[in-house]
């Protein structure tokens, strides 16, 4: 009996390690345990032993017993810890770590620096003024001094929108600038006016690296009495030196546009060579910026203004171009395409 114990625990305790699962373990504990256990089977026999060994074999078996017992208590703890291991492992989730932070969009280059001008000039009391984009060839020529056939309007090429010619406003245009804002708002406000229209116009173009078929432009516009193009000139350099946070020169020239008189081109310092001459300037020192000049009086009279009692100046620049002089942007189609690598960047 002595034998059959050792030997029985010999195999029994190697093959309680091993146990991978819980089933096996439950099968083992059957094998040796059970009712029809192979120790249930040894202790069956104690019965049958003389008095005197069986005291002894008792506690022989009993140790074994004690001794499988102590494995498969041991064991099932080690897999059941295990188990509560792997479950923790599949839903592992560390709170101490920061959380995902959604993709947080931001605002278009174009729109930030309209914004900073819209500001700028509010300071300045200008008011902000908006404007139909799809606009009536009216607005967008005659009122602005542009006959029909006038060879001034090959100066911008249009979309035509409809064909329908209607009496006084003609045909439907995208507007090629921010300009018909100005009668517009003389017809509805009348003298003084003191605004700026910043919006986004059309014009025909073959696309390249600095033009597209639609750009942003800020008009400005004020009429008063006793205004002279000294004020344009302070009010320019105001509104650049506070865009490029440093002093900004600006020089005028003689343009034309026929809807002022006298017509001016503006330019101003080059701020990448301080107006010694560079490439971006292309050696002259002056970056050409904006049209404006003197309101024109067939335009003060299409906003009904009397031209007698008051005067005033416009102007005309572009919003994308000072975008992409101020952030050194050498493609103007870059802006519009969508592409949230260059946009990110801002
Ligand atoms: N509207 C003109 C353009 O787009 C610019 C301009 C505006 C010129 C106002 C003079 C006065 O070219």
Not at 42 to 65: F, H
Not at 147 to 161: N, V
Not at 182 to 209: C, H, N, S, W
Not at 301 to 308: E, F, L, P, T
Request: net charge neutral; proline share 5%.
């Amino acid at each position: 009996m002595k034998d059959k114990l050792k030997k029985l625990e010999a195999t029994a305790l190697p093959a309680i390690d091993k146990a991978k699962t819980p089933q096996q373990l439950q099968e083992l504990s059957v094998k040796y345990l059970g009712r029809k256990g192979e120790l249930t089977a040894i202790l069956r026999t104690l019965k049958d032993l003389p008095a005197d060994k069986k005291p002894e074999a008792g506690q022989l078996s009993n140790k074994t017993k004690q001794a499988l017992e102590a494995a498969f208590s041991k064991k099932e703890q080690e897999l059941s810890t295990a188990a509560v291991d792997q479950e923790l492992k599949k839903d592992f989730f560390d709170t101490t770590l920061p959380g995902k932070t959604p993709p947080q969009g931001h605002i278009h280059p174009l729109s930030q620096l309209q914004e900073e001008i819209e500001q700028i000039f509010s300071k300045m009391g200008f008011a902000i003024m908006d404007g139909p984009e799809v606009e009536a060839e009216y607005y967008n020529f005659e009122g602005l001094n542009i006959p029909k056939d006038h060879p001034a309007r090959d100066m911008q090429d249009t979309f035509f929108i409809d064909k329908e010619d209607h009496k006084k406003f003609g045909r439907l245009v995208l507007r090629t600038h921010t300009s018909p804002v100005q009668v517009r708002t003389m017809e509805k406000y009348g003298a003084p006016l003191r605004i700026i229209v910043p919006g986004r116009t059309f014009r025909y173009e073959a696309t390249d690296a600095s033009h597209d078929t639609t750009f942003y432009q800020v008009e400005g516009l004020l009429i008063d009495k006793d205004i002279s193009l000294a004020h344009l000139k302070g009010v320019m350099a105001e509104m650049l030196g506070a865009v490029f946070g440093k002093p900004v020169t600006v020089r005028f020239r003689p343009g034309y546009f026929p809807f002022v008189e006298p017509g001016l081109e503006v330019d101003f310092s080059c701020l990448l060579c301080d107006g010694k001459g560079c490439k971006v300037c292309k050696g002259l020192g002056w970056v050409e910026f904006m049209g404006a000049g003197m309101v024109h009086e067939n335009v003060l009279k299409a906003g009904g203004i009397d031209s007698k009692e008051y005067q005033g100046w416009a102007f005309g620049f572009g919003l994308t171009r000072l975008a992409m002089m101020r952030h050194k942007i050498t493609d103007i189609r870059l802006l519009s395409n969508g592409d949230t690598r260059f946009i990110n960047q801002f």
